[in-house]
């Protein structure tokens, strides 16, 4: 049985595969492939493209999304093994998942870490223990990674450029208020390696650095992809030439755990801001973020209202490629 919980558990091939089934679905999105077909939404977290495209991929198949609030309009969940369940969680997720598994073909989880020791958050047990007793396909909607995403930009990415192989892709940390998850940052960095771009990870200080688990695989999938990964701190030479720029904050993780220390580090980074002055060092670049994005934070109105930026397509994108997904992990492609 094949689960979607990370990229890097999918060969590039599947994963073009996914991308041209997807585009063929955005031609004509309406199909009976799934009927009969369900899938359960399991939302730890506040969503709004993720619940939307999903239900409304299944319906345009011809199934149904059950969609699941654990904590308010389901039973409070416990993952961790072994545990002596006398706190707020009512329901083991060994039975929540074998529960659902009976009732549906397909089950999705959006769980953020909890920001509190990410030695544990790193290992992403809430999704792998969902896998491990789940005796259906499962889909990550963002724990540690955000995979849907990851897609959803690639394929807006090959609607503009066509072949993205040695394209430069600035993958720009920006300023929020406060240190947010690295997941899309993450899964940005694996698939622009993946598909042997020429990646420059942008941020202010190495603090800012990603997990080692992602810059290693971000390596080897440069390795195996004819592409480069680099490494800068420079706005302007990293900007420069760049035909692609995705920006996203998010925390520091030797300060994860602590906001306030860490807002400490960021505060002096407001200048990190994508906007025309710093887009127009690009190759006629195009921009992107998988949004919500706070205006005049992250980037300017000028770069968010211009013709270059494809974070509407990319958000329109994570239905095609959730639905071309779901088929895949259902045996039902075109």
């Known amino acids: 049985m094949k689960h979607f919980l990370s990229t890097s558990d999918w060969s590039r091939e599947d994963l073009d595969a996914l991308l041209q089934s997807a585009a063929e679905l955005k031609r004509n999105p309406i199909n009976s492939r799934l009927k009969g077909r369900s899938i359960a939404l399991l939302?730890?977290?506040?969503?709004?493209?993720?619940?939307?495209?999903?239900?409304?991929?299944?319906?345009?198949?011809?199934?149904?999304?059950?969609?699941?609030?654990?904590?308010?309009?389901?039973?409070?969940?416990?993952f961790d093994a072994g545990t002596v369940m006398d706190g707020d969680a009512e329901e083991h997720i060994a039975e929540a998942a074998g529960v659902l598994s009976r009732y549906c073909d397909l089950i999705g989880l959006r769980a953020f870490p909890s920001f509190v020791d990410w030695s544990k958050d790193r290992e992403d047990n809430l999704i792998k223990s969902l896998a491990k007793y789940s005796s259906v396909p499962v889909i990550n909607m963002e724990t540690i990674v955000h995979p849907c995403q990851e897609l959803a930009m690639m394929l807006a990415l090959k609607e503009r450029m066509g072949d993205v192989a040695k394209r430069k892709m600035v993958l720009t940390w920006t300023w929020h208020p406060r240190p947010l998850n690295t997941a899309v940052a993450n899964s940005a960095l694996l698939i622009g390696t993946k598909f042997g771009m020429d990646v420059t990870l942008l941020c202010p200080e190495p603090d800012y650095l990603l997990d080692s688990q992602f810059m290693d695989q971000a390596r080897q999938n440069a390795s195996d992809s004819s592409g480069t990964?680099?490494?800068?701190?420079?706005?302007?030479?990293?900007?420069?030439?760049?035909?692609?720029v995705y920006a996203k904050s998010w925390g520091a993780l030797p300060y994860y755990g602590r906001p306030e220390e860490e807002y400490e580090l960021r505060k002096k980074y407001r200048h990190f801001i994508v906007d025309e002055e710093k887009m127009a060092l690009t190759d006629n670049g195009l921009f992107s973020h998988c949004l919500p994005l706070r205006r005049n934070v992250k980037a300017t109105d000028a770069v968010m209202d211009a013709r270059y930026c494809l974070a509407l397509d990319e958000a329109e994108n994570r239905l095609h490629v959730q639905k071309a997904l779901m088929m895949n992990l259902l045996g039902a492609e075109q």
């Open 229 to 244: 990964l680099q490494i800068s701190h420079d706005i302007e030479s990293a900007y420069s030439g760049a035909d692609f």
């Open 43 to 78: 939302f730890l977290n506040p969503s709004m493209r993720t619940r939307t495209s999903f239900d409304l991929g299944m319906q345009q198949m011809g199934g149904i999304a059950i969609v699941l609030q654990p904590g308010k309009d389901a039973w409070g969940l416990e």
